[in-house]
């Protein structure tokens, strides 16, 4: 009885070293991707390497307090098996979300610095018309890209569920024809520009 006590003692303080070693990992990034790596990017011309820093401070500390939580679980074998698919499931779920969230954070963060510093630069009003729509385009294609992975985790045949979004397409296409040939009168109308307001 008093090995397995020594035994649970033993694995009780690895679980809160871990924990505190992930809280002194995740405050020491912040503190660093705030102040330190901000001066050094302050130094640069360019606002791109800001808007990038902001957009992936948030997902890297996450993902440090995440991967700290899924070692200290490697180590909580009386409380609960790590390696039980529900678990496994759960934190695969975070990991995609915590990806889904920095690749869009960095997707905005590029266009908004393009809208802000290049597109008020050309000669066409071209860009900013064409963001907002570019902006959507990319969060359609980031969701169904997460959404794929997602049902391919969970042994979904994601074939089936593509050919039934190609057909739906089609349908959509067909049934919204003037509606398709005005968005693309209009597009045309944007780069040609045979008249402005």
Do not use: C
């Not at 039980?84 to 889904?100: E, Q, R, S």
Request: charged content about 15%; hydrophobic content about 55%.
């Amino acid at each position: 009885m008093e090995i397995v006590n020594i035994d649970l003692i033993r694995q009780l303080v690895i679980i809160i070293g871990i924990l505190a070693a992930t809280a002194i990992v995740a405050w020491l990034l912040f503190r660093l991707l705030s102040r330190s790596a901000r001066r050094l990017v302050s130094r640069s011309e360019s606002s791109l390497d800001d808007e990038l820093l902001e957009a992936v401070r948030g997902p890297i500390i996450y993902g440090v307090i995440l991967t700290g939580i899924w070692l200290a679980l490697q180590q909580a074998g009386f409380l609960i098996d790590p390696n039980t698919p529900l678990v496994k499931t759960i934190f695969f779920v975070l990991y995609l979300v915590l990806g889904y969230w920095a690749a869009t954070r960095l997707i905005n963060s590029l266009i908004n610095w393009y809208g802000r510093e290049m597109a008020q630069h050309t000669e066409t009003t071209l860009d900013e018309h064409i963001l907002p729509f570019f902006r959507r385009i990319v969060a359609v294609i980031f969701f169904i890209v997460a959404l794929v992975i997602l049902l391919g985790h969970f042994d979904i045949n994601v074939s089936a569920l593509v050919t039934t979004l190609g057909i739906g397409t089609l349908a959509i296409a067909l049934a919204a024809q003037e509606f398709l040939g005005n968005l693309i009168s209009g597009f045309v109308i944007m780069v040609d520009q045979p008249f402005r307001i």
